[in-house]
């Protein structure tokens, strides 16, 4: 089964700009379909915090924001703030299965 | 409000079943795929599959097929997971959540979560 890959970690002070890389391949992202992003904080269920590569759902903060280009895609968290500290994941979409990313633990510093 | 409630924590021996329950109020059932996702302690999330509510067709990773059976019932809006010849490597917190709809992928509403602990 495919898999997207993220760093495992990326960290920043407050209010600094972070990113998350999501890597695919030309069967997934690079095939035009639709990358989504989500916010796990500990404990918790996963949260859609990016949909459709750019949209946030109604009550994400628009401190958060998708992009997608090629066969990848990327979170940018700017303003970054102490409640960001999470992990964040990607999906997509790959002959007819859905496909998560590795995970990535972000750390407020 | 929209939200999913799935039944509470199981503890099984290795080789039983599980059956993990998703009560979904506030939408229309039919209208929205519900998918099953797992977390095992310190893992990432790993997709377990996909089902139509409205037709019924399932969609299941090689991984699980032949051991996972995804069913749902309409008239008490429920989904049901079922996972048989139970390992170790199947404690997880299992997952489900309610596609965007139809077309698109997304898992806008999630359940609480169900923790399954396989031991002898």
């Known amino acids: 089964q495919s898999v997207l890959t993220q760093p495992p970690s990326v960290s920043g002070a407050p209010g600094q700009r972070v990113t998350i890389s999501c890597t695919g391949s030309?069967?997934?992202?690079?095939?035009?379909?639709?990358v989504h992003w989500y916010q796990q904080l500990p404990g918790t269920a996963p949260k859609l915090l990016i949909y459709?590569?750019?949209y946030r759902p109604s009550g994400v903060p628009d401190r958060f924001s998708g992009s997608k280009s090629g066969t990848s895609a990327s979170l940018a968290i700017t303003g970054l703030q102490a409640e960001d500290e999470a992990d964040y994941y990607c999906?997509?979409?790959?002959?007819?299965?859905?496909?998560f990313g590795t995970g990535t633990k972000v750390t407020v510093l | 409000q929209v939200q999913l409630v799935q039944s509470g924590a199981e503890v099984k021996k290795p080789g039983a079943s599980v059956q993990v329950s998703c009560k979904a109020s506030g939408y229309t059932f039919s209208s929205h795929g519900i998918v099953w996702v797992r977390q095992a302690p310190g893992q990432g999330l790993e997709w377990m599959g996909w089902m139509n509510i409205y037709n019924g067709d399932t969609k299941y990773p090689w991984k699980f097929q032949g051991r996972v059976t995804m069913t749902a019932d309409t008239s008490t809006t429920t989904a049901y997971m079922e996972l048989r010849g139970l390992t170790s490597d199947d404690t997880a917190v299992y997952y489900c959540a309610r596609e965007i709809s139809l077309y698109d992928y997304a898992m806008d509403v999630w359940g609480q979560g169900t923790t399954v602990t396989v031991s002898s």
């Open positions: 459709d590569n750019t």
């Open positions: 030309s069967s997934n992202i690079g095939a035009g379909y639709d």
């Open positions: 999906q997509s979409y790959d002959n007819s299965l859905r496909i």
